[in-house]
């Protein structure tokens, strides 16, 4: 995009996020905070790290917060710490050492959730921010002392750091500490991921419902992190499927002759009939005979996908298997 008569680099990513090699001082990004979208302007990533008077004023909320709110959507998100709420670009002052001490308590606090959430669910990026006239950042690392590198950090501690005290020093003393734009990419949930499989704890493949170090779920809703009650999950679960066709029914067993399907459906569909009726989902029958006609597709379909297995019935040819009243076919063959 342009700004101030300059480019700035950018490029979405699976989320709609747009990618950013660098940030510049002062710019306003063209973002606004929504389900997926948070900015902040602090680096408080836990309940501990919060000062008392930031407790008891109720005054800043921790990242974790949203985190936690953004993983129980399914959908993800971005956290952007140093941007402020009306999307000024900030940045924070960082050295390497508190970077280091950033990814640390990021990863201490996935650690601490319930369930605990794994590597490949997070991201964390420090985005360089430059002034004007200032050379476009390089990827080069700023050398570091490897023994002070290695020294233990200060985790879930309200009060500052060595590497705090050490930044804060080398301000004052007219040091240049960089200043940064941390992205937190929270990853939208997969349930094909084979790394998600422990996670896939319903048929349906619903993402997993996680509490934060205050044993607290939090939800998003309208961009902002509010606490789940049991019936935000029940209308939640509700929400996400509105309709039994959002389900995509399929067999996996063995097969003969090409695509003839092995299995037939009837009496998987019998069970299964019975537990969408009674939460009450609703049927199109233009879509169902859609999806069952075409049982090799309906597992592209990017919906929860109900295998129907361990059924030992007749061949569906010729079997006059039917699903509220729509004829069932096999995959391949035409409709009568």
Not at 50 to 79: E, H, M, P, V, W
Not at 181 to 199: C, H, M, Q, T, Y
Request: charged residues 25%.
């Amino acid at each position: 995009m342009q700004d101030g008569g300059k480019n700035v680099e950018e490029r979405a990513d699976a989320t709609g996020v747009c990618k950013r090699d660098f940030y510049k001082f002062g710019e306003h990004v063209r973002m606004e905070e929504d389900q997926r979208i948070e900015f902040k302007a602090h680096k408080d990533i836990s309940i501990e790290e919060l000062s008392a008077a930031c407790k008891d004023q109720y005054s800043r909320q921790t990242i974790s917060r949203t985190i936690c709110a953004f993983l129980n959507t399914g959908r993800g998100g971005t956290i952007f710490l140093g941007i402020l709420d009306n999307g000024d670009v900030n940045g924070l002052h960082l050295t390497e050492y508190q970077k280091d001490h950033l990814a640390l308590s990021l990863e201490n606090l996935m650690l601490r959730y319930k369930p605990a959430v794994p590597k490949h669910m997070y991201e964390l990026w420090f985005g360089p921010v430059i002034s004007e006239g200032v050379p476009l950042p390089t990827n080069e690392r700023r050398e570091m002392n490897s023994k002070e590198r290695f020294r233990p950090h200060k985790l879930q501690c309200s009060t500052s750091c060595w590497c705090d005290d050490e930044a804060t020093a080398q301000l004052s003393f007219g040091g240049s500490v960089m200043r940064y734009v941390v992205e937190i990419k929270l990853s939208a949930w997969d349930s094909s991921d084979p790394r998600n499989s422990g996670f896939n704890k319903s048929k349906m493949g619903k993402h997993p419902m996680f509490d934060n170090e205050e044993d607290i779920c939090f939800l998003r809703r309208q961009g902002s992190n509010i606490r789940c009650t049991l019936q935000d999950v029940i209308h939640m679960t509700h929400q996400e499927v509105k309709n039994a066709d959002d389900v995509a029914l399929f067999a996996s067993g063995p097969t003969s002759h090409g695509r003839q399907v092995h299995e037939s459906f009837q009496t998987s569909i019998n069970a299964v009939d019975s537990l969408i009726g009674g939460v009450g989902l609703q049927f199109f029958a233009t879509k169902t005979e859609a999806l069952l006609a075409h049982l090799s597709e309906a597992g592209r379909y990017n919906v929860p996908k109900l295998h129907l297995r361990g059924h030992p019935l007749p061949w569906l040819k010729g079997n006059n298997c039917t699903y509220q009243s729509l004829r069932v076919y096999e995959a391949g063959h035409g409709r009568s």
